[in-house]
T-cell receptor
Framework: EPEVTQTPSHQVTQMGQEVILRCVPI?????FYWYRQILGQKVEFLVS????????KSEIFDDQFSVERPDGSNFTLKIRSTKLEDSAMYFC??????????FGEGSWLTVV | RKEVEQDPGPFNVPEGATVAFNCTYS??????FFWYRQDCRKEPKLLMS???SGNEDGRFTAQLNRASQYISLLIRDSKLSDSATYLC?????????????FGRGTQLTVWP
């Protein structure tokens, strides 16, 4: 079964550092997303991306966040200057025409 | 405002039991409804979509009441492998289909 793959699975970074989380969506999918889940809390939408541009973003997705699809396969989330409260599991997801959303296994980010 | 609310549980049931989870959503413009399951520190995985007429998938039955803005999931003949957190998820009309609103989840433990 095709799957969304994410790297790294776990990253520890110092506050103020930049972090890039990488994702390879399912190959024929057109819609890409980032979600996050702070430990013990609900999964929250960050951003959706279609046709090489952001189609929607949440209030969480402020200026310190950015997304990019640098080539035909990767989809990245950059956090410019990490804060303690950015510690969370970050899930990449993709879908075909916005229907069933498939999530990657997540990248666990710890900011110290 | 909480978009999606669920009883957090935990529900602890013996194998073979029937268990029901409930969920309410606040936005009457919600368009699509889902149950996801999430194992500890793993990604959400789609269990089933929920349709207005109600739908069944093996031991799992989902119901939707749009008037009451209420969604339910019934699990019959519980198995040990059903132990997980069950997430009620909705998508709102006017949003990209991938912007999903998650409840905090209901934790289920099935014991032998």
């Amino acid at each position: 079964e095709p799957e969304v793959t994410q790297t790294p699975s776990h990253q520890v970074t110092q506050m103020g550092q930049e972090v890039i989380l990488r994702c390879v969506p399912i190959s024929n999918h057109l819609y890409f997303y980032w979600y996050r889940q702070i430990l013990g809390q609900k999964v929250e939408f960050l951003v959706s991306f279609y046709n090489n541009e952001i189609s929607e973003k949440s209030e969480i997705f402020d200026d310190q966040f950015s997304v990019e699809r640098p080539d035909g396969s990767n989809f990245t989330l950059k956090i410019r200057s990490t804060k303690l409260e950015d510690s969370a599991m970050y899930f990449c997801a993709s879908s075909d025409r916005g229907n069933t959303i498939y999530f990657g296994e997540g990248s666990w980010l710890t900011v110290v | 405002r909480k978009e999606v609310e669920q009883d957090p549980g935990p529900f602890n049931v013996p194998e073979g039991a029937t268990v029901a989870f409930n969920c309410t959503y606040s936005n009457s413009a919600s368009q699509s409804f889902f149950w996801y399951r999430q194992d500890c520190r793993k990604e959400p995985k789609l269990l089933m979509s929920v349709y207005s007429s109600g739908n069944e998938d093996g031991r799992f039955t989902a119901q939707l009441n749009r008037a009451s803005q209420y969604i339910s999931l019934l699990i019959r003949d519980s198995k040990l492998s059903d132990s997980a957190t069950y997430l009620c998820v909705v998508n709102t009309r006017g949003s990209t289909l991938g912007r999903l609103y998650f409840g905090r989840g209901t934790q289920l433990t099935v014991w032998p």
